[in-house]
């Protein structure tokens, strides 16, 4: 079970990862859409999150918590794969606005791996296994994000 807390007044002021206290930082933005969706997902190394959205029509929501168990083992398994052998770019449309995209962030033992998506690939895209890990944990990260936010990603 997650414990969660939403919290309208701290709103989280993280600009850049932290190699000594970050694992992941994700965002999540819907493009140039009628809700102008944007949401974000920080992963510290005790695998607490803390998460906040907004949508063009209301105040940034903030909330924080402990990973579900499932996601933990999932970004430790991330982790320990070579993350250098992945794309730094998947599905991405340059230029266009009203495609939605992901941004990821992953600190692999001190080392900083970024990626940008477009969309979460099908795992049976994947070239390689660690393209496999990449995406299901992407995918269950985002599905996490969207229960979370109450949001559909």
């Known amino acids: 079970m997650t414990n969660s807390r939403n919290n309208t007044d701290k709103k989280i002021k993280i600009k850049a990862l932290n190699t000594e206290k970050h694992l992941l930082k994700l965002s999540y933005f819907d493009g140039f859409s009628e809700q102008?969706?944007?949401?974000?997902?920080?992963?510290?190394?005790?695998?607490?999150y803390q998460l906040s959205y907004s949508t063009f029509q209301s105040e940034e929501v903030?909330?924080?918590?402990?990973l579900p168990q499932k996601i933990?083992?999932?970004?430790?398994?991330?982790?320990d794969h070579e993350l250098t052998s992945l794309k730094t770019d998947y599905h991405i449309h340059e230029g266009a606005t009203d495609f939605s995209s992901y941004a990821i962030t992953i600190n692999q033992y001190?080392?900083?791996?970024?990626?940008?998506?477009?969309?979460?690939?099908?795992e049976s895209e994947a070239e390689i296994e660690a393209e496999v890990v990449f995406?299901?944990?992407?995918?269950?990260?985002?599905?996490?994000?969207?229960?979370?936010?109450?949001t559909e990603i």
């Open 62 to 66: 903030c909330m924080e918590g402990q």
């Open 36 to 48: 102008l969706l944007q949401i974000e997902l920080w992963v510290d190394l005790d695998f607490n």
């Open 72 to 79: 933990k083992s999932e970004l430790a398994t991330l982790i």
């Open 110 to 122: 001190g080392e900083i791996h970024k990626f940008r998506l477009g969309a979460i690939p099908d």
């Open 135 to 150: 995406f299901k944990t992407l995918l269950t990260l985002s599905k996490f994000m969207s229960q979370q936010s109450g």
